[in-house]
């Protein structure tokens, strides 16, 4: 197995800091993670996004996880804005195009969820998503209507949770169409304190199941 990496990604628009895993073993599909928002404290060293990364890597996973622009060492490299939702494509093309990955597993937190589970129809290469708490509520219904696809969809949600809240998850969940599944965790709110492993091992079950 390779070490993980810490490195930049970008281009003219933007500098992207990020952590890479590699593997010898595995050379053709990778998740990529987004973390919380960043205005609440959000960034790739997150406790769930963490928690992920690090099981991945345990199950030799090639994963890639980013600090959106303002967050760490991101930032910004001109002078017009850089919609969240394209920096989230940026990697997905670092993956494709540098990694030579021919498929990627969307991976999202909270905000993290709402962004890139948008960008899941924006390449052949994203063969689906996980979101964990999607916040339809606090995020407005763009991100409902750009993350609907008939790409496999997993849904992580904890029944106390009251910033996605959990008593409207169910509407919102049927609303995206097959193929997709969901997974209550019982006593766990908006930050899954003590819960980390357990949606890290749904992240793998799901990974291997539809690969």
């Known amino acids: 197995m390779?070490?993980?990496k810490n490195l930049f990604i970008e281009n003219e628009k933007m500098k992207l800091e990020s952590e890479f895993y590699d593997s010898d073993s595995n050379k053709s599909e990778a998740i990529l993670l987004a973390h919380p928002h960043p205005g609440y404290g959000g960034s790739m060293h997150n406790n769930v996004v963490s928690?992920?990364?690090?099981?991945?890597?345990?199950?030799d996973i090639p994963c890639l996880r980013f600090n959106f622009i303002g967050v760490g060492d991101s930032q910004n490299k001109g002078s017009d804005e850089v919609d969240p939702i394209s920096q989230v494509q940026f990697?997905?093309?670092?993956?494709?195009?540098?990694?030579?990955?021919s498929k990627i597993l969307i991976c999202g937190y909270s905000y993290g969820a709402a962004i890139s589970c948008s960008a899941v129809n924006y390449s052949d290469k994203v063969i689906g998503f996980i979101a964990i708490s999607f916040p339809w509520d606090f995020m407005g219904s763009r991100f409902k209507e750009l993350s609907?696809?008939?790409?496999?969809k997993f849904f992580i949600q904890g029944n106390r949770d009251n910033i996605a809240p959990y008593g409207n998850f169910m509407e919102h969940?049927?609303?995206?169409?097959e193929p997709k599944s969901y997974e209550v965790i019982k006593g766990a709110?908006?930050?899954?304190?003590?819960?980390e492993s357990q949606i890290s091992k749904s992240v793998v079950e799901f990974y291997n199941k539809i690969l």
């Open 148 to 152: 609907q696809t008939k790409k496999p």
């Open 173 to 177: 969940y049927d609303s995206y169409q």
């Open 189 to 195: 709110n908006h930050f899954y304190r003590g819960f």
């Open 51 to 59: 928690g992920i990364f690090r099981v991945l890597i345990e199950n």
């Open 91 to 101: 990697c997905i093309d670092f993956l494709s195009s540098q990694k030579s990955f």
């Open 2 to 4: 390779k070490m993980r």
